[in-house]
């Protein structure tokens, strides 16, 4: 399985402790959507210091005009707010959707924890249909957990 041989890779980013922080997202957007095909869009989002809004960190894809997102808005700001996982098999599906570009079809985001806060995401668009599994989940709360310890 593709995860457990990225595991290990995204370990090795985290603790690369002589690049900044921003350069390690940077680094595994990079390693993801290099190795998974259907992450088309990855990205973080962090919360804005006290603000009820998102503002967007390192990503790899095409570029967006979403580097701020209120609370509440669209999927990131769902997950802001609910502090769940939330996989959305067709994009074009959901009310409250933040198009980013006509070539996505689906999306996933995942909470980052440091000491039971939720303070960031990170957000994967697909050009692809209905591609995120049960396992795409587990393996981006493993990445989010690593990226947590290094916050």
């Not at 095909?37 to 503002?55: I, M, P, T």
Request: aromatic letters at 10%.
């Amino acid at each position: 399985m593709i995860f457990e041989i990225l595991k290990p890779k995204v370990e090795h980013i985290i603790a690369s402790t002589e690049k900044t922080v921003d350069e390690r997202l940077l680094n595994i957007c990079e390693l993801l959507e290099e190795h998974l095909d259907y992450y088309n869009w990855v990205g973080f989002y962090f919360r804005n210091g006290n603000k009820e809004e998102l503002l967007l960190g390192p990503y790899v894809g095409a570029p967006t005009d979403h580097t701020v997102i209120p609370f509440g808005k669209g999927i990131c700001g769902q997950v802001a707010v609910s502090n769940q996982n939330f996989v959305v098999p067709d994009v074009a599906a959901q009310d409250n959707y933040i198009a980013c570009s006509i070539t996505v079809k689906a999306e996933i985001v995942v909470p980052v924890f440091v000491n039971g806060e939720n303070i960031g995401q990170i957000d994967i668009d697909s050009n692809t249909p209905d591609p995120f599994t049960e396992a795409d989940e587990r393996f981006l709360e493993f990445v989010c957990s690593q990226v947590a310890s290094m916050l």
